[in-house]
């Protein structure tokens, strides 16, 4: 019969087995309908559970695979197993052997690269994406090129003169020495020939200002020739001008200038009287002031000019002097001109200048009064177009009428002007035409008329050989220069002899010259030149024809 000891542990263990089963049997399990809905949890034992999770399909498992293999009653968390099962030995890990190399057996360390910095960029658009996260900003307008190269720019003349910087100003100062043959100097018909040799110094200025200018050109020479001839034909000669602009606003600006002018009368001129030792010089000097004004396209000036000219007393080949008071006079004039801006580089203008002569004398030396007053109307154009053509060009009509009623009023059509073509980038021509109103010292010869036309091609066949090829012609008219009387010969104005029946006419000069020369730039500050010219006078008066032939070389010196 089995004691009351036995019986008692039988009953302790029936009460403590069942409530172990049901603390770890019973699990909480999450699954899906046949709908998609989440069921609610439910409690079973292990069996129910097993059962129900093998009917479920294998998709509504949410987690590793569920075991249901009953742990041992005693299962806890303090160590304790009731399973009463052998436990199995961990495995003894290896342990990796401990490192045994030297410093020598280990291989030179190389140093990582460094990382290299970003290329930078000036673009607006990459700056704002670095300095803002988040979406690039949308391109807006047409693609922008990447700038082009900006290409070096040639010198138009590399052997031009640099000049001289001197404070505000750029100096171009330059002589030239020449020397040659002349085979009639004193341009007279068979006259005889000599050598012949120029010194001609120059400057050029040019203001280096942001506002305003001031520009001024001077030219000398003195040639003597050898032998000499009497008269002699030793002469100097001066040419220079000045001008100045004042901007005092952006449409207003007011234009000064000056000029003199310093030579003799060709030694074939009329106006020369006979038995002369030397060529009297004569200085002719004066100045302008006035000011222009534009309105939008529409540009209108206005200036007055003084001028005075003076003769030096002529010497006589009998030692004598003789006095020339009665060439001296003075001249006023004033100009107006309207432009207009047609497109930029098309100027035309219209011009109008009156002027009066003033002689120091009332009458001359043969009593005549040479007094005048004149009027001279113009039209043309200035053009600068793309450095094609450059300069101005003008035509129009000129009256003098004198005080003396003996003397004819002087009348004609004149034309003015200086252009510069540029076919191609090797050739350059120039044409220049001229029309002035000389006075006259001969009896009953109102005045000269002088038109002079030129043309003048440039070729450059290396940048620093230049030829030169240019031409002239002049037309001078003495107005009644020329006083025939019946069918005989008339000495007129002791200009020579005019066959011819009828009133009296005037004398016509014609002028022709052609030449051609050759220009060697060695460098900027040294040129070696050559020229050819001929020239040659037909005049409707006997006697007083002739040709010339000249040859010339020179060297320039230019800084």
Known sequence: ??????????????????????????????????????????????????????????????????????????????????????????????????????????????????????????????KAL????????????PITPPPKKRKRQEEADPYAALGVHAGSFYLYPAIELSAGHDSNPGRTPGGPSAGVYTVAPELRAQSDWSRHEFKADLRGSYSWYSPDTTPSLNRPYFNGKADGRVDVTRDTQIDLGARALVSTDNPNSPNLEAGLSRLPVFTTFGGKAGGTHRFNRLEVSAYGDAERTVYQESRLTNGATAS??????????GTVRGAYDVYPGFKPFIEATADTRKHDLAADFSGYRRNSD????????????????????????????YEDPRLSDLKGLIGNGSLIWTPTALTTVKFTASSTVGESSVPGVSGVFYRDLGVQVDHAFRRWLIGTVKA???????????????????????????????????????RFSIGAGLTYKLTRQAQVKGEVRHEWLRSNVTGVDYTANIFLVGLRLQL
């Open 374 to 401: 004149g009027l001279t109307a113009k039209v043309g154009s200035t053009f600068d177009l793309s450095r094609l053509l450059t300069g101005e060009v003008a035509i129009g009509y000129t009256q003098r009428k």
């Open 472 to 510: 002239g012609f002049g037309y001078d008219v003495y107005k009644n220069g020329a006083v025939p009387s019946g069918a005989a010969l008339v000495t007129a104005c002791d200009c020579g002899t005019v066959v011819a029946t009828g009133p009296a006419r005037d004398r016509v000069d014609q």
């Open 1 to 126: 019969m089995p004691s009351l000891r036995s019986i008692l542990l039988l009953a302790i263990a029936a009460a403590c087995g069942t409530p172990a089963h049901a603390q770890v049997g019973a699990k909480i399990i999450t699954v899906q309908d046949t709908t998609g809905a989440l069921a609610p949890p439910t409690e079973s034992d292990s069996k129910t559970a097993a059962k129900k999770f093998q009917a479920l399909p294998q998709r509504a498992q949410i987690g590793p695979p569920t075991s249901f293999q009953l742990p041992a009653s005693g299962a806890g968390d303090t160590g304790f197993d009731s399973s009463n099962t052998k436990k199995r030995k961990n495995k003894t890990k290896t342990k990796p052997a401990p490192l045994t190399a030297t410093a020598k057996d280990l291989p030179a360390a190389q140093p990582l690269p460094l990382p290299l910095p970003s290329p930078k960029t000036d673009d607006a658009a990459s």
């Open 130 to 141: 670095a300095q803002a996260p988040g979406t690039p900003p949308v391109a807006f307008g």
């Open 324 to 333: 020339n008071e009665d060439r001296n006079y003075n001249q006023y004039a």
